[in-house]
């Protein structure tokens, strides 16, 4: 009974070992989604530079400082300082550990010099946070889709206030940032059209998987004629016969509200074989009665493209369907 009501104790208060009489320092960040345990997790759109070469940083929720505190398993006994520092290597061990792949910030986004928080006597959390600049003028040099900086405790000043946590889970705690590299404009309209419509398309090719139940052109200008599969998600595959800068697709789907797709993936390919998923518009942008507008940040070439067109479970299967489809290019 002792052992138990020690042990319940020791959980309320916050030590890390039972039993344990020692001041222990530690983190204790809530992690999000499937980030690392004592993650602090952040995201960025970065989209490609229209007008030069490399990225924009579209948006992000970075801030100009990344700040969270340091712990005490119980209160301290006098002023105390602690200090942390970046450890790269701890990526490479992480990804091992995980099957993941995060990445090393580049040089020139986050400032991790003199990493330092105080506990004041008396107290179980630091008075002021670990702070660590952020450039937010360099994400565009995010290329990648995961960046990992593990912040770790190092040293206090004065040994004799305490001991660092030997638990390797709160000892660290990792910056995360989760980059989307868009290159789809969301919310799309004709005012953001670049190039031209490609014309004539008379000699473009059409497949469709699974097989179509009704058989129409989609490259007649018409509106009334259309081909239409059996089952969701349907796949259209387009050959424009040459490698085509392409800078968009305009896309005419159906003429009811019940029938739009629920998503449409794009993906793009100089060979047919090897295709490259470039991202998919917004619901909101997937429309009725009316052409959609698909369009790029920058020209990207390409000869076939392909859309996987997913519909809702109660779309009626006779409605799956593409009735116009034009590229642009320039």
């Known amino acids: 009974m002792a052992a138990a009501v020690l042990s319940s104790c020791a959980k309320t208060t916050g030590y890390d070992i039972t039993g344990e009489t020692d001041v222990k320092f530690f983190m204790n960040n809530a992690s999000s989604g499937n980030a690392p345990q004592n993650a602090i997790v952040?995201?960025?759109?970065?989209?490609?530079?229209?007008?030069?070469?490399?990225?924009?940083?579209?948006?992000?929720?970075?801030?100009?400082?990344?700040?969270?505190?340091?712990?005490?398993?119980?209160?301290?006994?006098?002023?105390?300082?602690?200090?942390?520092?970046l450890d790269t290597t701890m990526v490479a061990t992480y990804n091992a550990a995980h099957n993941t792949n995060y990445k090393v910030f580049p040089a020139g986004i986050l400032s991790t010099d003199a990493l330092v928080a105080h506990i004041a006597k008396g107290n179980t959390i630091s008075t002021d946070s670990v702070t660590i600049?952020?450039?937010?003028?360099?994400?565009?040099?995010?290329?990648?889709?995961?960046?990992?900086?593990?912040?770790?405790?190092?040293?206090?000043k004065d040994a004799s206030a305490g001991n660092i946590t030997g638990n390797a889970t709160t000892q660290v705690t990792y910056v995360v940032v989760k980059v989307e590299q868009r290159r789809i404009k969301y919310l799309a309209t004709t005012a953001d059209v670049i190039g031209t419509l490609l014309t004539p398309r008379t000699a473009w090719a059409a497949t469709f998987t699974p097989a179509v139940t009704t058989t129409g052109s989609i490259f007649d200008g018409s509106l009334t004629t259309y081909s239409r599969w059996a089952a969701s998600p349907g796949q259209l595959d387009v050959d424009m016969q040459a490698a085509k800068n392409v800078t968009g697709i305009r896309l005419?789907?159906?003429?009811?509200?019940?029938?739009?797709?629920?998503?449409?993936?794009?993906?793009?390919?100089?060979?047919?074989?090897?295709y490259d998923h470039i991202g998919a518009p917004l619901k909101a942008n997937i429309t009725y009665s009316t052409y959609d507008y698909i369009l790029f940040y920058k020209p990207i070439t390409a000869r076939y493209i392909r859309l996987i067109l997913s519909y809702s479970t109660s779309t009626n299967t006779q409605n799956l369907r593409v009735t116009e489809f034009d590229v642009y290019a320039n």
């Not at 400082?65 to 200090?83: E, M, N, R």
Request: net charge negative; hydrophobic share 45%.
């Open 42 to 85: 952040y995201t960025a759109v970065n989209i490609p530079n229209g007008t030069g070469s490399g990225l924009l940083n579209l948006s992000s929720t970075l801030p100009a400082a990344v700040q969270f505190p340091i712990l005490a398993s119980k209160p301290v006994g006098q002023d105390v300082t602690i200090s942390a520092a």
């Open 133 to 156: 600049a952020v450039n937010t003028a360099n994400l565009l040099l995010l290329t990648d889709t995961t960046y990992m900086a593990p912040i770790k405790l190092t040293t206090i």
């Open 252 to 274: 005419y789907t159906a003429t009811s509200a019940t029938y739009v797709p629920a998503a449409v993936d794009v993906y793009l390919s100089n060979d047919g074989i090897t």
